[in-house]
């Protein structure tokens, strides 16, 4: 492609309205432009970069069996009400009426449309397993866009659905998907992606893992072990702490006004908030009052304690907590009526701890959750710190890092297809309910992400698996002499090879051009200049590493075309090196 | 591809819902399932088609310097505020909020956000011509979807727009566009498909063509003509009729009691429709109440009617012609007050025409309308007929066919550049508006329609360049000896060919193989059986032509491989041809 036909405007200067790399270049480049918060037009370099990066999932799923189909943008009401999420999910889901008033909503994922497709569809065993996928716009009403592709509400996702006789066979399936996910990332150039044990959130299901790349712009906190491969999303990660056993000593109060913190009582008692029991109390969707005890030096990790109750948890006002028989500031388990309580083991391991004593103004020494809440439920509800100890190899020190998720993939169960009344028959004629996978990957994200991990301060440089042209042409002063004449016989001659050139035909100055270039972060660029066409020769320079070099304009071509040969051929190495 | 691999189920019986070929064949082929009235799940074998169909439209855009990019399809309100569109398109716009309350459209064209877009991204003459274009997800909400894939609520489109510093400079494009569409539906099989000049519609602008693809299920009537090559939609044809020229007599009263309509009137008379003058009364969106006058063996073309007034019209009741001063059933131009009068010119030239005479229980004869009514408006809006003389030829004789659109282009002029003020800056220094162009396809009817106008009683045969597979391979009894092996031997062969292949691994019995086959439509067959192994044959067949041979196995990749390169050649040649 010549540059002159190339629509959009390059910008010098960072747009105001970005802050992270990805954002800030893809604005700068013309790649994209905004038409509404979170819903952005994708102009010609960022769709041929989602063209490949679609081809490059395509040929994944292709090879283990997945089936390309295309499910509606648009989802009826019905679906989402027979699977119980219609209510469930918040105003994230976009919901509608059609002219004749019949409900219809915006799909944000499709387990429903996939259902009501494979129930008609696969009715014996001999149907199985089987795997439908789709590369499709979706539509999350999200409170907060942000990050430009990194967050929006409109992306294209690669959602993929497998169906299956037998658990056993789902954990089969679930690895082979693992593995495609792995050559996934590292075909569009961004290896370094990690496996994080998740949540499964409002999917269902029970086990579920992300791909996350760790960078500073995620949202996402990933617990990971200086010494083992653990890795596990904040939400469900898990830390080994100290404990402090000792032997239990008798109750005393201690007199403590104008306390309202842990802070406020460690530093009145000069001891250690992992000497004491936080008590926090939340509510229930229905109304349910839930008291959590944990280490006074712990956070509650909410996620954690909403699933014991399968209910989001609010936290109680001071009017509840009173009606539960506690005092808000000086609240402890002890004696408490109607409040489920939910106590962290790191409360239960350290014994004689400083706590409420649910009288105004006084805490105690020498709480004893054993002795003292005797009907508190021991359960996992702490959040993982930085510093400690991993749950996997009990000998390195967890570390908390950003991450983005570029990536999901959720053993589902029976989820849907019990909701929705799926079953075949079985071999022995038996009606049965089949098991579901489901497997995610947000193209734009995975876009923004590569150009956040691919970046310097001039500009984005993309894998030349992705990249929206392979070779760029620059000409150091068109007019002059023969160059425009060498430039684009290069040009021809380099595309009737098949490869994707970009050239500048526009005759800008140097630095003007290399700037856009960098911006475009094509992975090879050639220079045609007068000083060195008087050699015979043009110079080339890799993006990514800054090599550069000169060569024979005459060896130019089969320079090129072996150049690119080898960089794709070891991506390609190294996916085969992962099956 | 293996055949047990393939989820899909595939029927006998002819679905109760549908009636014409594609869908017929469509739902019963496995290719698609109903999710929703007009909203469709593709499965396989039609998103491999539509894949192909999408990759012959985008090489053909990309070849008249297109750039795809990609827009939403969630548009802000705003947008089609500023465009004026808002208020003027109708329930089919599908409108919704936000979580903020926002207002957002489901895009049914994005000529509101591309101009959005091209109005920073072009700002000098410099930037000019240059065409935009997408693959995208769109949404119309119609009131009545039909015929499957064939008007639909939730489409795939093409839509392509351009941008002009000229006029001149639109109408060389856009005929450059007209041939790039001929390419594509000579690629994708449907050469047949007509270019016919059109109505402009909700678009805006003057010039517009459709494209059409004549058969039964067609919803527009196409005006052809015997003798030229003369196309248009009925909406805008035109047919020349016979006058009636005679010297001017006298009105004369005369008694039609009962008289309600042309019908009851010639009956009376026993005169010829084409010996009266029909009175059609209408009223426009303000309320303005309009008289079409027409010969009595003509239709009044409401969208002609409508174009004059830039408003829909609707008829007027009793009431309101009363108060203009005429009788419903008797009425005619003659004095009539506060009443735009639109005569067709086939009132003006037959003279002494019988007609109303705002009498109750009375008609007239030898009406003449430049001397009756003298303010009447004379302008073309009569419907063509079958029969009537063509236009531009003036010899052949018109001929209604039915057709389906198939693609659209549209010179919008600068209806959207001036309404959403884009601009550029001209040479001289001048602030200019561009002038644009649009051109659609919707790629699902375009994969009906060639299943329209390629089937058999059978199933459909899909053209080589768009088949799901290119080759199938069917086995005549997979447990008979080394079948299967060979089979398998083929099979794995083809596809290392780069070939796309099905083999039907199941072992059912030939009758329900063969038909599954004719229902996928698979351009060539290769049929496996005991019979011919024990000669060390395979039996090969067209499923177009019906064509079948023998050739040995050992020679059978090379010719399957020659087949397919000749197929393909064969399109290729004739597209070439008509550029």
Redesign the interface.
Known sequence: MKY??????RYKEKPAEATCASHIFMLRG?YM?Q???G??????P???I??KIEQIIREEMNAI?G??????????R??WEESGRYNEIG??L???N??YG?G?T?GMTHEE?VV???R????SY??YP?M?YQI??K?R?E?RSRGGLIRV??F?MKDAYSFHTSQEDLERYYKVMARAYERIFARIGIPEVVRVQSDSGMMGGKVADEYMLLCEVGEDTIVTCSNCNYLANREVGIGIIEDYPETEKPIEKVYTPNTKSIEDVTNLLKIAPSRTAKSVFYKTAQGALVLALIRGDLEVNELKLSKIFKSELVFANDDEIRAAGAIPGFASGIGLKNCTIIADPSVANSNNLVAGSNEQDYHIYNFNLRRDVPNAKLVDIAMARNGDTCPICSQGKLVLKRGVEVGQIFQLGTRYTTSMKMTYTDLDNTEKTPIMGCYGIGVGRNLACIAEARHDAKGIFWPITIAPWQVQINVLNLDNGNLKEVAEKLYLELTQQGLEVIYDDRNLPAGQQFAEADLLGVPLRLVISPRNMEKGQIEWKVRTTGESGFIDLTAAVNFVNEWVKNELAKINASCSLQQ
Do not use: C
Request: glycine share 4%.
């Open positions: 002159s036909k190339l629509t959009g405007q013309g432009r038409v509404a918060n819903i952005y037009t994708l102009m010609l960022a769709q041929r989602v063209a069996d089936q390309e189909i295309k499910m509606p943008v648009v989802i009826p019905e679906l105003v994230e976009l919901r509608m059609d002219r019949h219809l915006l449309v009501h497709l494979a008609t569809e696969a009715k001999k149907d089987f439908l499709q716009t539509f009403d409170a509400r409109e294209t």
